[in-house]
């Protein structure tokens, strides 16, 4: 018997309005590629949640499911922002295409992100 990882917070929501913004956000060592939210919920690993994301120019809010591979707490140390990392569906490669594309040439800077 397995279980199925239910959607218990509601919609979360994220708008990325720069490059900067898109960099610190974006996970692309995680497999499909993944998406870091802030928020001070409390969230567990293998949780699957649902987003809507405002990306840049793009027109429409884009929808996305995925399951939180990544927590940083309320109160981490460095002073990171609290919120969860989301390993994106294999379903969503037009996004990862597309967030890459927006980051062509920074995935591999050394800068911060939210994660690493």
């Not at 027109?59 to 996305?64: A, F, G, N, Q, S």
């Not at 707490?73 to 989301?86: L, S």
């Amino acid at each position: 018997m397995s279980v199925v990882p239910r959607i218990s917070h509601g919609i979360l929501s994220l708008s990325v309005e720069t490059k900067e913004d898109l960099y610190k956000a974006y996970m692309s060592y995680i497999s499909n590629g993944g998406m870091f939210i802030p928020t001070t919920r409390s969230y567990h690993l293998g949780e699957e949640v649902f987003m809507l994301l405002t990306l840049m120019d793009e027109p429409d809010k884009i929808p996305v499911t995925g399951k939180v591979v990544w927590v940083t707490p309320k109160a981490a140390q460095g002073g990171k922002i609290p919120g969860i990392g989301i390993q994106l569906s294999p379903d969503d490669t037009t996004l990862v295409q597309k967030i890459e594309t927006y980051l062509a040439g920074a995935l591999n800077s050394d800068r911060r992100t939210h994660t690493l």
